[in-house]
């Protein structure tokens, strides 16, 4: 997501713009089909089951991967500090902010949904729901990555990476405490854009092979673990694992060659990621809303196609029309009240200080 995923924008990296694109469409058409599943619109169960699951087991962890992509950029940068305070601005706010809205939205339109929300939940801010825990998760992967990545040799990434793998493949016997869960399953993803970024560069000579072989490679995956082993992607282990990383370097690789003569729509669309994320839900279930509730139509077809578009262009509007009538504070903490802003004011006081007293 745009805000997620920091660096360089266009040029050599329009590619992450396009993985971005792919995943955000992904993630829209993965919630819409499952609104109209739970609603009880008839629809292909089967079908409906195989392509849910092989969604599910590497669109958010895409997401992950793409979140690494620049991170040792941004930590260079900015300082382990001050990286921490812009994550509050970026990540944990929108968190809060958007955890609130839609969710008192809910409340109060709980009798025309799927769901029966009630207002403690949505104030049970610790535990997150919908889908805010992505934020909720990424922000401490983040943290943990601040208190891990000390050395950017080869050998350090890949030993990070193998331990994160360990960790993901025997996540059912490590203790969780305070959600911690969120990065033993994920952390692994997140180390993969991490390493991934340091060597994606002796791909763009041969983009278009490597995106064949991705292809091939996300078939032959995807097709031996839902069909030969008869496997959902909750089935957590190390055939879960290479599903996830093969799909994802699948799309880094697609995305590779796509971006190569970059079309502006898929830009848009990607670098609105995050703005698509935080209100699709509500631009979605208002269209199934409309659809079945008050004009009648109960075509699982009509409600997946009108849901996804609901689900990516009304964000796009909405964001737009914001940025024209110049609102801030949505997307991320306005600067006024910005953490890392306030940080960058009182750093050299609180180093003076730090040092002073290290002198006496």
Not at 4 to 12: I, K
Not at 66 to 89: E, M, Q, T, Y
Request: charged share 15%; proline share 4%; net charge positive.
């Amino acid at each position: 997501m745009t805000e997620l995923a920091q660096g360089p924008a266009g040029g050599r990296d329009a590619w992450v713009d396009y993985a971005k694109a792919i995943g955000i469409v992904l993630v829209v058409y993965g919630h819409v089909a499952r609104g109209v599943f739970n609603a009880g619109i008839p629809i292909d169960g089967p079908l409906y089951r195989l392509v849910d699951s092989i969604l599910y087991s590497f669109h958010m962890p895409l997401f992950f991967f793409l979140s690494g992509l620049f991170f040792l950029h941004s930590l260079r940068r900015r300082g382990p500090v001050a990286l921490a305070a812009n994550k509050v601005d970026t990540i944990l706010y929108p968190y809060i902010l958007w955890s609130l809205i839609q969710g008192l939205i809910e409340v109060w339109l709980a009798r025309y949904t799927n769901g029966h929300l009630g207002l403690t939940e949505v104030l049970e801010l610790w535990n997150p729901r919908a889908q805010f825990w992505f934020l909720y998760a990424l922000f401490l992967v983040i943290m943990t990555a601040i208190l891990v990545y000390r050395r950017e040799t080869r050998p350090f990434l890949w030993g990070l990476l193998a331990v994160a793998a360990l960790a993901y493949v025997f996540q059912a016997s490590i203790p969780s405490v305070l959600h911690s869960y969120f990065v033993v399953k994920n952390f692994v993803f997140f180390a993969l854009g991490v390493w991934f970024y340091t060597v994606k560069d002796r791909l763009l000579g041969h983009s278009g092979v490597w995106a064949a072989a991705g292809a091939i490679a996300f078939v032959a995956v995807q097709y031996g673990f839902h069909i030969q082993l008869g496997m959902v992607f909750s089935d957590i282990g190390v055939a879960s694992l290479l599903v996830a990383v093969v799909s994802i370097l699948a799309v880094a690789s697609l995305s590779l060659w796509l971006a190569r003569v970059p079309k502006r729509w898929v830009l848009i669309l990607g670098r609105a990621s995050m703005a698509i994320y935080l209100m699709h839900v509500l631009a979605a279930s208002g269209a199934r809303v409309l659809l079945g509730r008050f004009l009648g139509i109960q075509d699982a077809g009509v409600h997946v196609v009108v849901g996804c578009l609901a689900g990516l262009l009304l964000p796009l509007l909405a964001l737009q029309l914001l940025r024209r009538l110049g609102v801030q504070g949505l997307f991320e903490t306005p600067a006024r009240v910005s953490v890392e802003a306030w940080y960058r004011r009182h750093a050299p006081l609180m180093q003076r200080k730090s040092k002073t007293k290290s002198d006496s």
